[in-house]
Each structure stands twice: as C-alpha cells, then as structure tokens.
C-alpha cells in the first residue's frame, strides 16, 4: 500500500525514522529574541537552550502554513496521514485540516486524515509508528483512521520540569511562584488531558522524587502494557532518560521501551533536562 505520513515538528523522531521514504516532517519556527530558528535538521539544540537561558523573553513557535501541508498533499499519490501537536496548544492541526480542504477543492484525489494528538513530542511520535504499523500490516485507509484514532484516545502523556523559567516568562507562574519553587526544589508532574491541554498532577521535593512519583502514575495507568510501546523524550539528559527507563522496567512490563531526543518545539515545551513518556 502506498502511503506517506506527515508530522511536524513537535514529533521526536530518530535519524531513522527521518530518513524513512514514508515519513515527511513539517517544521514549525521557533523565535527567540528576533531571531528565527526553523526546526528542521539544522536545528542546533545547544545553541536554542543557550539562548533560552540567557533571554529574558518566552521563545515562541509559529506553525507550518496551510500552503506547506498542501505541498506534501499535492507531491504524492497515495493515502496521507497527517499528526500533529495538540490542537489547543498549536495552530498546526487547523493548517492542516485547512490545507485538506484546499486539496480537495482543488479536485485532489488523495485520501487524507488528520490526527489531532491531544499531544506533543513523543505523544506524536507514538501515533505516527501505530499508523505506520497499521498501514504496513495492509488496512485499508478506513481501518488505519479508526483504529489510530482509537490509539490515540487510550495513550496517556505525562512529564517532569527541571526548571520552570519557560513557565515563568510565559506568564503562566509568577515571578514569586517560581521563586519559591526554585528555592524549595519543587518539580510539578504535569499531563496532557483527553482534550490536549495540560495539567498539573502533582508536585514533589526533588527531581528524582519527581521522576519515581511519575512512573507510578503511568504503572497504574496503562493497561495491556505487553502490546505497547513506551516512549521517553529527554531534552539534554540522557543520563535522567535512562534512569526513568530503569524504574518503568522496574515496574512495568512494556513490549518495547524507546528513547528519544528532544527537537526544537519540543526542546522548548520541556526546556534543558525534562523529561517527556508516553504509552
């Protein structure tokens, strides 16, 4: 079966992954005190997170354009799967959805699905290799919508800060709130809800705490954990990666346990040292 799937750039993907013909990523750009940074392979994570903690801004993101999906629409015959980040933490799923529509007035003849993950990072990722598993196994375009959309309303997302700055600049914690976290070692656990925004879950003293409360959740979330995947996004940390593989493994018993690098959206979501699973 002939098929292409489209993610942008919040889906952490390896080399690859990247370098699979049915794969096409389409970037976002991220913008930290004027300065454009396309989130592409040329983006240098290193220098991002410099430039984060050294700016006393938020970076922001804008979102592929309708014109950039319909590109990879139009250059391809075959079913199109599209996943992209959270449709209420990001334009990207509307751009899509508008770029869909533009095909098919313009008398595309492509079947084309959009998945809105209710996600981001590793949560995208985790969708883009059901389809990919799903399409390979010979479905028809019906049944991989159905049954990635059904993948995608079971998979739970949860994540662990090392800083909470970004938040600060952002707006979304006080100056003061920051503080004192800082100053008490305070680290949240935060989760993506079914509608794709996020929320705090709990809060302990201490990454490691942090990390160890974090596993528990997703251990008494996760059901049928021998046929799925868990994926583990680090932003410049793998050490603390595998430290959170070891403690699932410890205590629960995934069919297969990947790890990731962050790229540059989610580099700025989870900021230097966080940690991002999803099963």
């Known amino acids: 079966m002939n098929y292409k799937i489209v993610v942008d750039s919040c889906c952490d993907l390896t080399e ?3 370098k699979d013909e049915h794969f096409v ?11 454009d940074i396309v989130d592409d392979e040329t983006f240098d994570q290193k220098d991002f997170l410099r430039r984060v903690s050294e700016s006393k801004e938020c970076p922001h993101s804008a979102c592929p354009s309708p014109e950039r999906y319909l590109k990879e629409y139009e250059n391809f015959t075959g079913d199109i799967y599209v996943v992209t980040l959270s449709a ?4 990207s ?18 079947s084309i699905h959009v998945f809105n993950s209710c996600s981001a990072s590793v949560g995208e990722t985790l969708i883009a290799l059901k389809v990919q598993e799903l399409a390979q196994e010979g479905k028809s375009f019906e049944e991989v919508v159905e049954l990635g959309e059904k993948f995608r309303e079971e998979m739970t997302t949860h994540f662990v800060l090392e800083s909470l700055e970004t ?4 707006g979304r914690l006080t100056t003061m709130q920051a503080i004192i976290a800082k100053t008490l070692n305070i680290k949240p656990i935060m989760k993506g ?10 809060q302990t003293r201490g990454m490691n705490k942090a990390l160890k409360r974090m596993t528990e959740l ?18 410049n940390n793998m050490e603390r990666a595998l430290y959170v593989k070891k403690l699932i493994e410890e205590k629960c018993h995934f069919k297969k346990i990947l790890i990731f690098d962050t790229a540059g959206v989610s580099s700025m979501y989870a900021n230097d040292g966080g940690i991002i699973v999803c099963a």
């Not at 809800?193 to 709990?202: P, S």
């Open 167 to 170: 938040l600060r600049k952002n």
């Open 16 to 18: 690859e992954y990247r």
């Open 218 to 235: 997703i251990a008494g979330m996760v059901e049928n954990q021998n046929d799925k995947i868990l994926a583990i996004a680090q932003c």
């Open 25 to 35: 990523v389409a970037p976002l750009t991220l913008t930290i005190d004027g300065v």
């Open 193 to 202: 809800t079914e509608q794709g925004t996020i929320e705090k879950v709990e």
């Open 93 to 110: 799923y509307n751009s899509a959805v508008v770029a869909r529509q533009m095909y098919e007035e313009n008398g595309g003849k492509n």
């Open 88 to 91: 209420e933490l990001s334009g």
